[in-house]
Nanobody, 124 residues
Framework: QVHLVESGGGLVQAGGSLRLSCAASGRTFSGYAMAWFRQAPGKEREVVAAVSRSGGHTYYADSVKGRFTISRDAAKNAVDLQMNSLKPEDTAVYYC?????????????????WGQGTQVTVSS
């Protein structure tokens, strides 16, 4: 089992940047594919970005492609999400998730482990 803790959320103006970090503890971090999801009020939780167990494959939702970058740091047992050119529609609670598989998953149901979430608010 792996325990996930997110940090780095906050309030930022449109056009600004934030960097979210997800610290993992427990079982070997390298055994998991990782992802960032987000959930806005009244909406379904959606995948934003994901990275394979090796780090060699990444996925980005069309809405964030070119603005967000996911990366994993094996030395820190962490996965980060760099968010640039933020828009008000990026406002949501962001969740880190882990799946015990080498490949990327795209659905909420494919991830067994979740952090508690961190709020990101982008003002216009």
């Amino acid at each position: 089992q792996v325990h996930l803790v997110e940090s780095g959320g906050g309030l930022v103006q449109a056009g600004g940047s934030l960097r979210l970090s997800c610290a993992a503890s427990g079982r070997t971090f390298s055994g998991y594919a990782m992802a960032w999801f987000r959930q806005a009020p009244g909406k379904e939780r959606e995948v934003v970005a994901a990275v394979s167990r090796s780090g060699g494959h990444t996925y980005y939702a069309d809405s964030v492609k070119g603005r967000f970058t996911i990366s994993r740091d094996a030395a820190k047992n962490a996965v980060d999400l760099q968010m640039n050119s933020l828009k008000p529609e990026d406002t949501a609670v962001y969740y880190c998730a882990a799946r015990e598989d080498w490949s990327i998953g795209f659905q909420r149901s494919e991830y067994a482990y979740w952090g508690q979430g961190t709020q990101v608010t982008v003002s216009s």
